[in-house]
């Protein structure tokens, strides 16, 4: 089944067309990030206006690519939530447009779930597909979601199927890195420039840890702020005349991804012992982050499946691999879904609903 998915959660606009939820025939996406970096951080109404004008060319590029037609599509997929409602409306518009003049089903796509789901993809003409994760480790598998606007953790007992049991209380891990970035006068987004200026970092002086005993939850707003006071005494921020010293900045940067890896990576691995889960999925622009990915390599008992860092950040092709499962059952949205800016990684986008076409 050929799946057309479109993705504007946040400030990337982009589409893809994927073969039974795992083979990307075509994944093209344009990004924002220069757009917003003078702001550092995203302005929702510049993030939706330009989606405006992406969506089209995208979705076009992404059906030439793969050599298809609208026509030889099963579905169509978008985001309906979450995100931020502006952006979310493009791509669901757009969706309901194509859904509506091809006469396709809408596949309505919870944004975490897909990025769960990213898990799964492989490239056209890859030797071989790669095994899926539930082939090789079986159900239930705990996914690690850690993006720029949530850190979860969910079981994934069947398909579809999502139990959140852990979260963030406060800031989301991406959300700390673009603060942190921006303290250090690093830019946005924060999550690669850290990762690039942390490799040049001498030893590391620990930050804080919020491990918040007994629960599977997380919290990164008192590391912000330990960032914050030793950018303060290291003379970082506020950054003085010709800018701060690019040694100090790279070892305060290496210190905090340090302490993000360690804490995440550290809670994921006895979460995935606790729940007796043979495998570990994980998705989400900060799990493109190679500290984080080795953390949770030596930590973890048993596989980690990391998809490469392009299919962790917001892309079309792990928007098509979810709806799949919702295809294969023979679900779909009507066209009179919403989007649900709010959505939680175990929530359904919408009721499934028979085409109102
Ligand atoms: O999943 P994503 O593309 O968008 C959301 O759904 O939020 O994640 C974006 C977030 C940003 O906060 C960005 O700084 C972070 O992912 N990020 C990274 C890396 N690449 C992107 N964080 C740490 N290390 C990276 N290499
Ligand atoms: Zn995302």
């Known amino acids: 089944m050929i799946v057309l998915g479109i993705e504007s959660s946040c400030d990337d606009t982009a589409a893809a067309v994927v073969v039974d939820g795992r083979e ?26 330009s989606h405006v004008q992406q969506i089209v060319p995208i979705v076009r590029a992404a059906l030439s690519t793969a050599d298809v037609s609208l026509q030889d599509v099963d579905a169509i997929a978008v985001t309906s939530g979450p995100g931020l409602a502006g952006s979310l409306i493009v791509g669901l518009n757009m969706a309901k447009g194509l859904a509506a003049a091809s006469g396709k089903p809408l596949i309505g796509v919870n944004h975490l779930q897909g990025h769960a789901y990213a898990g799964w993809l492989y490239q056209s003409g890859d030797a071989a597909a790669p095994t899926a994760p539930e082939e090789m480790c079986g159900f239930p598998l705990l996914c690690l979601v850690v993006s720029g606007g949530h850190t979860d953790l969910a079981l994934l007992k069947s398909h579809g199927e999502f139990e959140r049991v852990g979260r963030t209380r406060d800031d989301a891990a991406g959300e700390a890195f673009d603060k942190a970035a921006r303290l250090m006068g690093l830019g946005y987004p924060g999550g690669p420039v850290i990762q690039k200026i942390a490799e040049t970092g001498g030893p590391s002086d620990p930050l804080p840890r919020a491990w918040i005993r007994g629960t599977w939850d997380f919290s990164f707003s008192g590391l912000k702020t330990a960032v914050l006071h030793r950018a303060r005494a290291e003379g970082i921020y506020p950054a003085p005349e010709g800018g701060p010293d690019q040694d100090a900045v790279a070892a305060l940067a290496r210190s905090f991804q340090e302490a993000v890896a360690d804490v995440i990576a550290t809670k994921t691995a006895r979460a995935a012992e606790e729940f007796g889960v043979q495998g570990i999925v994980i998705g989400g622009g900060v799990a493109a982050n190679s500290a984080l990915r080795e953390a949770l390599q030596d930590r973890s008992s048993v596989p980690v499946m990391s998809p490469p860092p392009a299919l962790c950040t917001d892309n079309g092709a792990m928007i098509a691999a979810a709806a799949y499962h919702y295809l294969k059952r023979g679900e779909s949205s009507g066209l009179d879904l919403d989007v649900t800016p709010g959505l939680t990684i175990e929530e359904a986008p919408s009721a499934p609903a028979a085409s109102v076409i």
């Open 24 to 49: 990307i025939r075509s994944n093209v996406a344009s990004s924002q990030a220069e757009l917003h970096a003078k702001y550092g951080g995203i302005v929702p109404e510049l993030a939706s206006r």
